[in-house]
């Protein structure tokens, strides 16, 4: 097979609404894709350059979260997005429009207001979801730079939290302010609604990662402190080095593939 610095044997888990066909079947088990880091954002550029720009990649990156959020859920129910100020934001911002266009009320949470996210393609998202909520009066309202209080109160209400804070951006061995509070206030409803006696269960709540759990690093599979502890995490284009270590399954929950291309191979003369 083509393109794939190395494959791991495992089983996987696929979305039926993803787009790409490059994950080979082998008895019972498929191949995971894996990429450096460094290589992904070289196969992104070629696939931009081959006519899907950065833009519809981060679309189809923010509904494959979108329809993640859905399959762990019965029906439309509050979802809160946490969104960095990157392209990993930018997914978030994605799929809380495609969310409150189905329908589900959503609380998006962003350090800074839209207009002065300066990443590209998240900016133009950003921009795009906040007019479609306008025009649409989609159920999306926009929390930006909460203190702990208010963001506690916003994660209280969601029965799903999408973490869209870090990406493939991350590095070091600390989360820095004002994501380490987001991420532990999003891990601790997490943990206090999945520990509950079913009697006094008012519905688990749902964790779902955009691309990498945010503190963990894509390229080693390391975990900062904090990091976000998903119940499924959907990555994008192929799986990175770090979330096919075993240790990273703490971390990530299961791993889905949102390959978002049919033929990654015909990139790989950019490699
Ligand atoms: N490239 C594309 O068009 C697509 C990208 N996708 C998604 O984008 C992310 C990668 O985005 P990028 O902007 O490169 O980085 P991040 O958003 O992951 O992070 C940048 C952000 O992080 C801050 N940061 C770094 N280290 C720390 C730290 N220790 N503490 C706090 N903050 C930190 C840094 O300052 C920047 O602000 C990729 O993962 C995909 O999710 C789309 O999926 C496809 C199109
Ligand atoms: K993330």
Redesign the pocket.
């Given at each position: 097979m083509f393109l794939c610095a190395r494959y791991v044997g495992q089983q996987l888990e696929r979305n039926p609404h993803m787009i790409g066909e490059d994950i080979e079947k082998d008895s019972g088990f498929e191949h995971r894709p894996v990429l450096d880091v460094a290589d992904v954002?070289k196969l992104?550029q070629a696939i931009a350059a081959g006519g899907t720009s950065?833009a519809e990649?981060?679309e189809r990156?923010g509904n494959a979260i979108a329809d993640e959020v859905q399959a762990q859920l019965a029906g439309p129910a509050p979802v809160v997005v946490l969104c960095?100020?990157?392209?990993?934001?930018?997914?978030g911002w994605v799929c809380a429009r495609a969310l409150a266009q189905a329908g589900w009320p959503v609380t998006l949470v962003t350090p800074r207001p839209a207009e002065a996210l300066t990443?590209e393609?998240?900016h133009s998202a950003a921009l795009k979801a906040l007019a479609a909520a306008q025009t649409n009066q989609l159920p999306l309202t926009v929390l930006v730079a909460p203190n702990a209080e208010q963001l506690k109160l916003g994660l209280n209400e969601a029965h799903c939290i999408v973490d869209?804070i870090?990406?493939?951006?991350?590095?070091?061995t600390?989360?820095?302010e004002p994501?380490a509070t987001w991420i532990k206030l999003a891990n601790q409803r997490h943990e206090s609604a999945s520990s509950r006696k079913p009697a006094e269960d008012a519905g688990a709540v749902c964790l779902v990662a955009?691309?990498?759990p945010s503190g963990m690093s894509?390229q080693t599979g390391l975990a900062?402190q904090p990091c976000i502890h998903a119940d499924a995490t959907v990555t994008?284009?192929v799986y990175k080095p770090g979330l096919v270590e075993p240790e990273a399954a703490r971390w990530t929950g299961s791993m889905k593939l949102a390959p978002?291309v049919n033929s990654i191979g015909r990139y790989s003369d950019a490699l």
């Open positions: 954002a992104e950065l990649l981060m990156a960095g100020s990157g392209n990993n934001g930018g997914d990443a393609p998240a869209a870090l990406g493939t951006g991350f590095s070091g600390e989360v820095r994501y955009a691309d990498v894509a900062a994008m284009i978002l």
